[in-house]
């Protein structure tokens, strides 16, 4: 699960958020009802496999999802001055907040983890 995360943060970092958040999605989908995360999943039944819960993988999620949070904030136009022109179509959120709703909006997904591209 920690190297999906890795994959999702280091394609929000190369800028391609969308792909960041569709990798981001299908691992996080594997958490349990209580946001649990096990160290790896069967690419063939999901079963969860190897320690759980498995801490690093928690890391690797939050860290994703703060990449991708970033990478998108840092996308948003901006005026000539350097001054993030606001968007009305987006709320302002502290960065916690925008962390704890991406969480949240994460799909659940039975889809593998790496798709076939």
Request: proline share 6%.
């Amino acid at each position: 699960m920690l190297c999906t995360f890795w994959l999702a943060q280091a394609l929000a970092l190369a800028g391609h958020t969308e792909r960041a958040r569709e990798v981001f999605g299908r691992a996080a989908g594997f958490a349990t009802d209580l946001g649990l995360l096990a160290e790896e999943v069967a690419p063939d039944s999901n079963e969860l496999l190897g320690n759980f819960p498995q801490a690093f993988s928690h890391i690797g999620r939050v860290n994703a999802a703060w990449a991708i949070s970033t990478a998108e904030h840092e996308a948003a136009p901006h005026d000539f001055l350097g001054s993030r022109v606001e968007i009305p179509s987006r709320p302002k959120t502290t960065c916690h907040n925008a962390v704890n709703n991406f969480l949240r909006r994460a799909p659940t997904s039975d889809a593998p983890l790496f798709g076939t591209e």
